[in-house]
């Protein structure tokens, strides 16, 4: 066989292998509380100072969309609203991490409606 069938081949192979590292997601750094967990947010419903700490963390991190992505920012959101959503995903999704009900809002607030991947 001639050598240029077997280039196309392997050229496709190595096209397809950088692909694959350009397109994984980067697993996204949290600094945040030692538990993040729903578990964590759901027990803190009758601790109203801790509560306050999570969703003054939410916040932070609402701002910290803002700040990085200044052509997409969150709108002004309440407390209230930030809590109720947190509660809400922590419903539907008990084994969760309150930090991805965060991301989340984020993405809704914001018009992205895309998940974070970076």
Not at 30 to 43: E, K, N, Q, V
Request: hydrophobic residues 40%; glycine residues 6%.
């Amino acid at each position: 066989m001639s050598r240029w069938k077997w280039i196309p081949p392997a050229a496709g192979l190595l096209a397809a292998l950088s692909a694959g590292d350009a397109s994984a997601a980067v697993p996204i750094k949290i600094l945040g509380f030692d538990d993040m967990s729903c578990r964590a947010w759901t027990a803190s419903k009758d601790d109203a100072e801790q509560r306050a700490l999570y969703v003054a963390w939410v916040r932070g991190v609402l701002t910290g969309h803002n700040y990085a992505n200044q052509s997409q920012q969150v709108s002004t959101i309440s407390s209230g609203t930030v809590e109720q959503h947190v509660q809400r995903y922590c419903t539907e999704k008990p084994l969760g991490q309150f930090s991805d009900a965060a991301l989340r809002l984020s993405d809704q607030f914001s018009g992205r409606n895309a998940a974070i991947t970076k």
